[in-house]
């Protein structure tokens, strides 16, 4: 089945960088890049910094994605962006529900919905976060939170809205930390996630890229995308780096050839 699927190998630069190093990584991607059927470039800078790098990418092949938005179309909602604004400078994504929004932001599940449906309303890609905690994992609670996280946009959207969405499984155990889930672990819970999916329609299942972070990188890279299930990779940290973002971007190529 994984044939079938792209791989994504998507960049988020959370809060860093400023114009300088935002040019210097935004440029150094697209000229060490090269191209390979089969696997998307996705890079999500934070907000002021968007729109440039939109300009730097154009042409690259390169799509450009946000971190979060607002459930909210534009109005009296002072800090906030809206969907529509970020189609405007030429986001094609946006995260939601990353763990770091849900827990320091509060944001709830169905919040976190919200905002799937707001960016597919604009025909922005949302890239939706699931994972669970240490100590859920360690309460063998690992299932019942992803499929908690995925109920709640299943009933906002329904199944046919995963025709045009990414999900990424991101255990919060491995994110920043430096350990990464096993393949084996990360490719069960992919599988888990996609069995979910199947269980409503089965052809869109197949579909969605089901893409892994947590601490992702060049040397770990490969044996991840080596799984069935595991389309792709939101990096972090590696991320900020070009070189270091190049080399899981060539690990997928790899395993694609
Ligand atoms: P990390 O972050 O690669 O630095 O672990 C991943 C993420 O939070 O998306």
């Not at 042409?59 to 604004?85: H, K, P, R």
């Not at 946009?153 to 930390?177: N, S």
Request: aromatic share 4%; net charge negative.
């Amino acid at each position: 089945m994984s044939g079938m699927r792209s791989f994504l190998i998507a960049g988020n630069w959370k809060m860093n960088g400023d114009s300088g190093h935002i040019r210097e990584l935004a440029t150094g991607i697209s000229s060490g890049h090269e191209p390979v059927e089969g696997v998307d470039v996705l890079v999500c800078p934070p907000f002021p910094y968007i729109a440039s790098v939109a300009g730097l990418l154009a042409g690259s092949g390169i799509a450009v994605g946000a971190q979060t938005v607002s459930e909210n179309g534009n109005g009296a909602f002072t800090g906030d962006v809206s969907a529509t604004m970020l189609k405007d400078i030429g986001a094609a994504f946006v995260i939601v529900g990353h763990s770091e929004r849900r827990t320091l932001n509060g944001e709830t599940d169905t919040q976190v919905a919200a905002k799937f449906v707001a960016a597919q309303a604009e025909g922005i890609v949302p890239v939706l976060c699931v994972g669970e905690t240490l100590e859920e994992r360690e309460a063998g609670a690992t299932e019942a939170v992803i499929g908690r996280q995925l109920a709640a946009v299943l009933d906002a959207a329904g199944i046919g809205a995963f025709k045009k969405a990414v999900i990424a499984y991101e255990p919060v155990w491995a994110i920043g930390t430096g350990k990464t889930a096993t393949p084996e672990q990360a490719q069960d819970v992919h599988r888990h996630i996609r069995g979910l999916l199947a269980a409503e329609d089965e052809q869109v299942a197949g579909g969605v890229q089901i893409l892994y972070g947590g601490s992702m990188k060049g040397e770990n890279a490969a044996g991840l995308l080596g799984m069935s299930d595991i389309d792709g990779g939101l990096i972090g940290g590696a991320s900020l780096k070009v070189d270091d973002f190049l080399a899981i971007v060539r690990a997928g190529a790899a395993v694609r050839k």
